[in-house]
């Protein structure tokens, strides 16, 4: 499996920090969506679900969050992202789950599609059949 977790190069000079995203460099499909999420309540997880096609990296530019990622086949592992130079890859057939936001966390979420409800599967044992049964068993 390729590391989750990617880390981008800072370009800093005396007056701070910049960090640039490239389709084809840092972001490994074309982009076609950025959305970010924000004033997240405390105690709140979000998520919940996951995508049949959808590739996604999700950077923490302000603030920390955790990101739990199962594969439904036994596997689960939680990330923390705590910094605006790393970044988790999230590909397909892969259930998420969004906590411990700080108040001043901006998660920002970087697409490879265009929104479509018809992507998500938000009941988990219709996931679970998804991954290990394939695609034409829900
Ligand atoms: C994901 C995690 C990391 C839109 O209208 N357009 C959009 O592009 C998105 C992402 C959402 N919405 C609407 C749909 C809901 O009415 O915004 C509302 C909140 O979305 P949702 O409940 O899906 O948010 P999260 O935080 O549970 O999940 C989101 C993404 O939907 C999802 O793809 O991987 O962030």
Redesign the pocket.
């Known amino acids: 499996m390729t590391e989750p977790i990617r880390t981008f190069k800072i370009l800093g000079d005396e007056r701070g920090s910049l960090v640039a995203l490239e389709t084809g460099k840092e972001i490994p499909f074309d982009i076609k ?1 950025v ?1 970010y ?1 924000f004033d997240t309540q405390q105690g709140v997880a ?4 996951a ?1 049949k096609e ?1 590739q ?1 990296i ?1 950077v923490s530019v302000s603030g920390s969050c955790k ?1 739990s990622l199962d594969n439904g086949k036994g596997s689960r592992e939680v990330y923390e992202l705590n910094s605006p130079d790393k970044g988790l890859y ?1 590909g397909p057939g892969s259930w ?1 789950e ?1 906590f411990d936001f700080s108040p001043d966390c901006v ?1 920002m ?1 970087i ?1 490879s599609m ?2 479509e ?1 018809d ?2 599967i938000r009941d988990y044992s219709r996931f679970v059949e998804y991954v290990n049964n394939g695609k034409d068993s829900i």
Do not use: K, N, P, S
């Open positions: 969506r959305y999420i979000r998520g919940f679900h995508h959808l996604q999700l990101v999230i998420r969004m998660l979420v697409a265009l929104y409800e992507d998500y």
